[in-house]
């Protein structure tokens, strides 16, 4: 496998500004009776030059289809060896006035050096060719500017849906037909879309994304080969660490704008977004966990009141999360504990999180996500507003509703909360978590068997195992009403 390097910054002025043609494209324009007489018909054209020198070396910028007529031409071995050093692609020959055919020592030496000849007929001027040429590459670049601003707008719903993350990386492995792998700062992969490919092409891109690293200054972008395919890494912003690596058979024209719009959105969809008012609030959730009391801090916290909102679904990558909490327009999110303190969730497990947001912000409907809001509260009352988004969480679980609100006030507010939670505690102790859970969604729907075992992915015979084993913990009848509503009293309120 050739060596991977860093993509070499472009000199603007060595580039046209419309992409190559392959030479078989004027092959095939049947108006111009061009003929390959020697070499491939594949290699790209990036404009025309007519020069009738003995030497065009110093006139030639490289890529070009150069035309003669061979008024010059005493040497062609000589010659052509300098339009090859020049880096032109290819050469044509106009037969007559000069040559009534192509001199066959050209012929050959354009064979040595793997140089395309093409013979021009005495019909098809010179600037026939380079006028069709022209216009292909126009066609080309309308071609290339309708395939990136498609491919932007693909990438841009990709970015607004639930998974953004994931998203994005399909739309691009997609609009490139091969694979799109995000790679954290320790080179493992992230996340990955698109077609599977060869284990030497996937070690290639991890060395690749290698040549990139964290250090500071270095190159922003590399390319190279690997197990057949063409490979490229870009860095990403945000200073994460983070590598996007893409695997394609092969690499047109317009690629590396779309995988830079790529680039930017998985910056911006990555990227802490951490500003001066997140900082402060950070450490104003520090003092808290340090044992400050709420109405110590709550100045600095921001105005209230607030919403506190519990949230389960997800696709399990590690920016779910922050997706969910930028949709929602707020910076204060934080994972399960569980889930933190591991490597993070597997791609399609659903995590738990955690939201403030305040009290003026709508919070809505999340697609992917189950979303249990409380009441509005001040920073002293945060805690039991916590409580709430719970059990409201837990509600909303159980109905199979994408959202569910606290319930202020009825029979359970005229409760002392503390003595309260202490009989649900006595009441409820016998069970385990797996029976207390069935017993609160048995009872959420109505004591129906069959909704209970689909929204809890178990089989009905299960469910009714577990609520008998329920009941005769209790010692309580569960067809009695009174001893229903008791227990669904307590069931909320732990």
Not at 7 to 24: H, Q
């Amino acid at each position: 496998m050739p060596p991977t390097t860093p993509t070499p910054p472009v000199d603007p002025a060595s580039t046209p500004p419309a992409p190559p043609v392959p030479l078989s494209a004027l092959l095939a324009r049947r108006d111009l009776g061009l003929r390959l007489l020697t070499g491939s018909e594949d290699v790209p054209l990036h404009w025309v030059h007519t020069s009738e020198m003995a030497d065009p070396y110093p006139y030639l910028l490289g890529g070009e289809l150069l035309m003669t007529a061979g008024v010059l031409l005493t040497d062609p071995a000589h010659y052509v060896s300098r339009v090859v050093e020049a880096g032109a692609a290819a050469l044509g020959f106009g037969v007559t006035p000069v040559y009534d055919t192509v001199p066959a020592e050209l012929v050959e030496a354009c064979a040595r050096h793997g140089l395309p000849l093409v013979e021009v007929p005495p019909k098809t001027p010179f600037t026939a060719v380079a006028r069709a040429l022209w216009r292909l590459m126009a066609e080309a670049r309308l071609h290339e500017l309708r395939r990136v601003t498609e491919a932007q707008q693909s990438l841009a719903t990709a970015a607004a849906r639930p998974a953004p993350v994931p998203a994005v990386l399909g739309a691009l492995a997609s609009r490139l037909g091969g694979r799109a792998v995000l790679f954290g700062a320790d080179g493992t992969e992230s996340t990955a879309a698109g077609r599977a490919i060869p284990a030497e092409a996937a070690r290639a891109l991890r060395e690749l994304v290698g040549v990139l690293g964290p250090r500071p200054g270095g190159p922003a972008s590399a390319s190279g080969d690997g197990g057949g395919l063409r490979l490229a890494a870009y860095a990403l912003g945000g200073g994460d660490g983070l590598t996007l690596g893409v695997a394609a058979e092969r690499r047109d024209p317009g690629d590396h704008t779309i995988a830079g719009v790529a680039v930017v959105l998985l910056s911006l969809l990555t990227a802490p977004h951490r500003g001066a008012d997140v900082t402060v609030r950070d450490g104003v959730l520090v003092r808290l966990l340090l044992g400050a009391a709420p109405e110590e801090v709550a100045g600095a916290l921001g105005a209230g009141p607030w919403t506190v909102v519990h949230a389960r679904g997800g696709d399990g990558t590690p920016f779910a999360a922050t997706a969910l909490a930028a949709a929602l327009g707020t910076p204060l999110v934080e994972a399960a504990p569980s889930e933190e303190a591991g490597s993070g969730p597997s791609h399609g497990t659903p995590v738990t999180v955690r939201l403030l947001l305040p009290a003026s912000a709508p919070v809505t409907v999340q697609p992917g996500w189950t979303l249990g809001v409380g009441a509005p509260a001040e920073a002293a009352e945060l805690a039991a507003a916590d409580a709430q988004a719970a059990r409201a969480l837990r509600r909303a679980e159980a109905t199979r509703t994408p959202l569910a609100r606290h319930r202020p006030g009825g029979i359970a507010a005229l409760v002392d909360p503390d003595e309260a939670a202490a009989h649900a505690r006595a009441l409820l102790a016998p069970l385990t978590e797996p029976l207390g859970e069935t017993l609160r969604v048995w009872l959420s729907l109505h004591g129906s068997w069959d909704r209970t075992a689909a929204a809890m992915d178990i089989h009905r015979n299960t469910v009714r195992q577990r609520i008998a084993r329920c009941a005769a913990l209790l010692e309580r009848d569960l067809d009695d009403p009174d001893v229903r509503m008791e227990l669904w009293f307590a069931l909320g309120t732990v």
